[in-house]
Nanobody, 113 residues
Framework: QVQLGESGGDLVQPGGSLRLSCAASGSIFDYAMAWYRQAPGKQREFVARIGTAGITIYTDSVKGRFTISRDNAKNMIYLQMNSLKPEDTAVYYC????????WGQGTQVTVSS
């Protein structure tokens, strides 16, 4: 079983930026990878996906603001978050697109003035 560890979350002012990182304990080479988020009282939702060939898909609310990337050699996935809004406040998780691996603890992103 591959272990996942998210980092980079912080308290940030609206309009600010953060870069989240996800480290996998095993190879991600064969998997489409994704970021998800969950706000208090809400279900976990899809945020962004990057396929094995680098094709990306984003949920409408983050298009133009977030960028997902991957480094297969390092088994790492990243999420660059710009122009952050209070509605982006949530715990952010990474996983395969099919949620194949056990969820990590996530990283808290709080956007507030």
């Amino acid at each position: 079983q591959v272990q996942l560890g998210e980092s980079g979350g912080d308290l940030v002012q609206p309009g600010g930026s953060l870069r989240l990182s996800c480290a996998a304990s095993g190879s991600i080479f064969d998997y489409a990878m994704a970021w998800y988020r969950q706000a208090p009282g809400k279900q976990r939702e899809f945020v962004a996906r990057i396929g094995t060939a680098g094709i990306t898909i984003y949920t409408d609310s983050v298009k133009g603001r977030f960028t997902i990337s991957r480094d297969n050699a390092k088994n790492m996935i990243y999420l660059q978050m710009n122009s952050l809004k209070p509605e982006d406040t949530a715990v952010y998780y990474c996983n395969t697109m099919g949620s194949r691996w056990k969820w990590g603890q996530g990283t808290q992103v709080t956007v507030s003035s």
